[in-house]
């Protein structure tokens, strides 16, 4: 047979204070860190700690547009060693105070300040809103006897109704902006189109100017060598230039008598002298 002996010592361990209830009531005494004698059957050891612990919280609630995001906070915070009597005899442990007091306490302060700002402050504004968040925690905690070291805002994430929403309104913004540059691209190329076609037609008129030019200038060129070769021919000078070119052969005249070479038997225009 086992026979279980009652406890005549308690042990704080570091970071943590007990309770002395003796018949169920608490004592003024508090035992630091350490052994502490007790009485048996008469008294015992509630074991609260006074560490900083941390808790999350998540809450949600509709902001000033009435969007619905969700707001998950972190608070550190610890009992305050003078107070961790009347924190036990008004909520009881470490995890009771979490539940009863804590928690609830942090959700109320998120969802009364989600409100005050439209969906996109609350989601850039990310510094302010917890500094009003940590400010509140801690007008409302401190007097349980809790002490806030930080508020942390952990995130804040928008409806899938609204990410959605979002969502394809970036698609349709992304595809305005593509149609828009493919226009301005389009344009861009028409105009150069233009350009180089208005370039061309210069080109080819400055062409046909300087051609007309050329052909006027070959023209007035071919004139006057005619007009000089014209005035420079003598029928000597022609007539030198028929002999030079001349074959040897007289030209034949037809004739009931059948051909007869033509013979220019023409007397010179001057009277030659008599002879003496």
Known sequence: MTVILPKSFAVI????????????KVQDLVLNEGTHPIVPFVSSVRVMNIRIQRTDVEANARTKDLQRITTKVALNWQISPDKIQQVYQQFGNNEELV????TPVLEEIVKARIPARSLEKNLIERTELKQELETKAKQRLESYGIVITDLSVLNVTASDEFNKATEEKQIAEQKSISDKQIAEQKALSDKMVAEQELQKADFESKKAAKDAETAIARARGQAESQKLLQTSLSPEILQKQAIEKWDGKFPVVMSSNGALPFIN??????????NK
């Open 13 to 24: 361990n570091t970071g943590e204070r007990g309770i002395l209830v003796t018949f169920n």
């Open 99 to 102: 539940a009863r007091i804590i």
């Open 265 to 274: 038997v023409n007397a010179p225009t001057s009277n030659p002298e008599p």
